[in-house]
């Protein structure tokens, strides 16, 4: 197959960058979008040109690293998959592909296709965890959770970080990857302690970080490769409100 | 006091304020719909209406005061929050899909913005009477106000009804968004009420665009004050 790349290409974070033209040959259908940048990397380096730079790590869809916006669409147009998942049979032989960086101001281009997304990683930081006391493994399922409980938790902490819903978001808002890490932990007996806390720091931290605000059209649920809920966006909503709201506040 | 205030500058809270806002002005919106189809059952139910609400006293201006501060929050908070958005992507995309959003989501400032308008041409029209100072002089057989006889003149000019209805299809597209939109912000969550954020929004707008239409349309098609006037 054939195909016409026209990739983002920016030296470094302050850099102008602009869109580059490049034929590709040669390309079995099998082959994954990620390898086929590979092979035309190879190229370039041939050639005494400078690669193209992406992220990539696990190139199996769990690490979250990918982070190309392909044809107008976080991961590809192809829904509930991440960029290393897609393969070139999902393209028509000749198609011109469009290729650029996730744009928002919290995620800087580094370089290319690469952006810094520590931004999620601080809201992390900010009050995505629980604290335990460290000591003996306790016993599994010694703290009895629901099962739709275990469900919808597990349905939030399928959340693979990786920004995609930052990148479709008209707003460049990151509140379905917030929701996603807030609802996770309010859903279990463990997140219980913190939650309020948690909640609002995390929120708090996503403000300061310049993300933008949730308008409610759920392009970021259309674009989350792992089909993230926006019901969780609703659940951070409340969550928030009940905690900075509520009689203790401290 | 200062908590608060933090609170509501927050993407969350700044997003509540416009919800709450919003469904207050909804509110007046449908009342409003429902005190005005009382033209349809004629001048003595319309002027004494009007009669009514004109008497409140101080209740008039509390109520005045009320919505003109629902305004001022909704549209602060909305000029605050599309810059935000604004500068939260600084650097465009050169092709970017929309894949789930819908016209009237996108357009919600530019609505807004019409449907501000347009408030401003209605009051001077109906409530100031700017453009037509005589109607102040109109009083029915009972001497109240002839707001009956008004609203019938005053539609009869075809490019006002034309802006009205075009006004109210664009608070219809404004009303299905925002209405829905607002119980998802609020955090709204019962699967029992997941009507609320998906079918509300469009539902209500349609019923509002259809109930205000009618009026204007009504009595261009000589179905409302053909005989009285």
């Known amino acids: 197959m054939r195909f016409t790349l026209k990739v983002w290409r920016q030296a470094g974070p302050d850099a102008p960058g602009a869109m580059q033209s490049y034929e590709v040959d040669g390309i079995t259908p099998e082959t994954s979008f990620l390898e086929m940048i590979d092979l035309l990397n190879e190229r370039l380096i ?65 370089r290319d296709l ?51 819903c930052v990148a479709a978001c008209p707003n460049a808002s990151a509140m379905l990857f917030t929701a996603a890490k807030v609802a996770h932990l309010a859903h279990l007996p463990q997140g219980q302690v913190e939650r309020a806390q948690r909640v609002r720091a995390m929120v708090e931290q996503m403000d300061a970080e310049g993300f933008g605000n949730c308008t409610n059209h759920y392009e970021c649920m259309a674009a989350c490769p792992k089909e993230i809920d926006v019901e969780f966006i609703a659940l951070m909503n409340r969550d928030y409100l009940k905690a900075s709201l509520a009689a203790d506040d401290a | 006091m200062s908590g608060l205030v933090r609170v509501f500058r927050s993407s969350v809270g700044a997003k509540a304020l416009m919800a709450l806002t919003g469904l207050g002005l909804l509110g007046f919106v449908v009342a409003h719909m429902l005190g005005n189809l009382q033209i349809f059952a004629g001048p003595e139910k319309l002027n004494a209406y009007a009669a009514t609400l004109q008497h409140m006293g101080p209740g008039l201006w509390v109520a005045r005061a009320g919505l003109l501060a629902l305004l001022l929050v909704h549209v602060g908070t909305a000029h605050h929050l599309v810059r935000a958005n604004r500068a939260a992507r600084p650097v465009p995309y050169a092709g970017k899909k929309d894949i789930a959003t819908t016209f009237a989501a996108r357009t919600m400032w530019m609505t807004g913005i019409v449907v501000l308008a347009f408030v401003a041409y ?108």
């Open chain 2, 122 to 229: 209605h009051l001077a029209h109906f409530t100031l009477h700017v453009m037509n100072p005589e109607f102040s002089q109109w009083q029915d057989a009972a001497q109240r106000h002839d707001v009956y006889r008004m609203v019938v003149e005053g539609f009869r000019v075809w490019w006002v009804s034309a802006i009205y209805c075009v006004a109210q299809f664009l608070l219809g597209v404004h009303i299905s968004h925002g209405a829905s939109s607002a119980f998802q912000t609020l955090g709204v969550r019962h699967p029992r009420l997941a009507f609320l954020k998906h079918g509300f929004g469009p539902l209500v707008a349609i019923v509002i665009v259809l109930g205000n239409l009618s009026i204007p349309l009504a009595v261009l098609a000589g179905l409302v004050g053909k005989q009285g006037v």
């Open chain 1, 114 to 164: 690469v952006v810094d997304r520590g931004a999620l990683d601080r809201i992390i930081e900010a009050g995505g965890y629980v604290s335990v006391k460290t000591g003996g493994t306790p016993d599994a399922n010694l703290i009895p959770v629901a099962h739709a409980d275990a469900e919808r938790a597990m349905d939030a902490a399928s959340c693979i970080g990786c920004g995609a």
């Open chain 1, 46 to 110: 041939a050639e005494g040109k400078d690669p193209i730079a992406f992220e990539h790590d696990c190139r199996e869809g769990i690490c979250g690293m990918c982070s190309m916006v392909i044809d107008g669409v976080p991961h590809s147009p192809e829904r509930a998959v991440t960029t290393c998942q897609v393969h070139m049979r999902s393209f028509r032989d000749g198609d011109e592909i469009h290729v650029e960086p996730f744009r928002a101001r919290a995620f800087p281009v580094l």
